[in-house]
C-alpha cells in the first residue's frame, strides 16, 4: 500500500495487499509538470499582419525519458511549431513540456510503454494548451494541436525497430576482395 501522501498511485484496491510493509504493487503517476524550454519567435512582424497568404503550418513531436531517480523519470514532450508563408515565416513555436513520472514495480516493458506512450498522452493536453496561448498572444489564431494517438505511435516505432533489427541480422555481409 502506497505511503499516506504518496504521489504514485496504487494499482491494487485490495487494503490488505500491503500488509506485511512491503510495496510490492505496480504503480505509476505524475508527480509534478512543467515547461522546461520555450521559444516563442514573430521573425516578421508588423509586416506578417497585413499578409493574406494561408501559411503552412509544420508540427514536430519528439518524446525523451531521463531516469532521475530509482522510481522517478522524467518525460519530456517536444513540440515544435512553424507557420510560413511565400513571403516568410509568421511565427516558430518551440516548446519542451515535462512531467516528473514515478513509477514503482513495473516491469521493464511496462514502464517503457509508460514513459514512451501513456505520459507523453498525460502531458499532451497541457503542451496544447501552452501552444494555443503562445500563437495567440503573437497576434494569430490560437494553434489548436489535434489530439495526438501516442500509443499508436508508440507501437508503430516498436515495429519499425523490430524490422530493422531482423533487416540487419538477415542481412548477408559482403564478399571481401581476394
Same mark, same amino acid.
Given at each position: 500500500m502506497a505511503d499516506e501522501g504518496d504521489v504514485l498511485t496504487n494499482l491494487n484496491p485490495d487494503p490488505a495487499a500491503? @500488509?506485511? =510493509? @512491503? &510495496?510490492? %504493487? $505496480?504503480?505509476?503517476?505524475v508527480i509534478s509538470q512543467y515547461i522546461k524550454d520555450m521559444?516563442?519567435?514573430?521573425?516578421? #512582424?508588423?509586416?506578417?499582419?497585413?499578409?493574406?497568404?494561408? $501559411?503552412?503550418l509544420d508540427v514536430q513531436f519528439n518524446i525523451g525519458a531521463d531516469k532521475i531517480a530509482d522510481d522517478v523519470h522524467e518525460v519530456s514532450l517536444k513540440v515544435t511549431c512553424t507557420a510560413k508563408t511565400s513571403q516568410g515565416n509568421l511565427y516558430l513555436v518551440d516548446l519542451e513540456y515535462c512531467g516528473l +513520472? =514515478? +513509477?514503482r514495480n513495473l516491469p521493464d516493458d511496462a514502464a517503457h510503454a509508460f514513459l514512451f506512450a501513456e505520459a507523453p498522452r498525460m502531458l499532451f493536453p497541457f503542451a496544447r494548451r501552452?501552444? @494555443? &496561448? @503562445?500563437?495567440? &498572444?503573437?497576434? !494569430?489564431?490560437p494553434l489548436m494541436l489535434d489530439p495526438v494517438d !501516442? =500509443?499508436?505511435?508508440?507501437? %508503430?516505432?516498436?515495429? *519499425?525497430? *523490430? #524490422?530493422? %533489427?531482423?533487416? =540487419?541480422a538477415g542481412a548477408t555481409p559482403p564478399a571481401g576482395d581476394a
Amino acid at each position: 500500500m502506497a505511503d499516506e501522501g504518496d504521489v504514485l498511485t496504487n494499482l491494487n484496491p485490495d487494503p490488505a495487499a500491503g @500488509a506485511n =510493509g @512491503a &510495496d510490492t %504493487q $505496480p504503480s505509476a503517476g505524475v508527480i509534478s509538470q512543467y515547461i522546461k524550454d520555450m521559444s516563442v519567435e514573430n521573425p516578421n #512582424a508588423p509586416q506578417c499582419y497585413q499578409w493574406n497568404e494561408q $501559411p503552412q503550418l509544420d508540427v514536430q513531436f519528439n518524446i525523451g525519458a531521463d531516469k532521475i531517480a530509482d522510481d522517478v523519470h522524467e518525460v519530456s514532450l517536444k513540440v515544435t511549431c512553424t507557420a510560413k508563408t511565400s513571403q516568410g515565416n509568421l511565427y516558430l513555436v518551440d516548446l519542451e513540456y515535462c512531467g516528473l +513520472m =514515478g +513509477m514503482r514495480n513495473l516491469p521493464d516493458d511496462a514502464a517503457h510503454a509508460f514513459l514512451f506512450a501513456e505520459a507523453p498522452r498525460m502531458l499532451f493536453p497541457f503542451a496544447r494548451r501552452v501552444v @494555443a &496561448d @503562445a500563437t495567440r &498572444d503573437l497576434g !494569430f489564431p490560437p494553434l489548436m494541436l489535434d489530439p495526438v494517438d !501516442f =500509443g499508436s505511435l508508440y507501437q %508503430q516505432q516498436l515495429a *519499425a525497430r *523490430a #524490422a530493422e %533489427q531482423q533487416q =540487419g541480422a538477415g542481412a548477408t555481409p559482403p564478399a571481401g576482395d581476394a
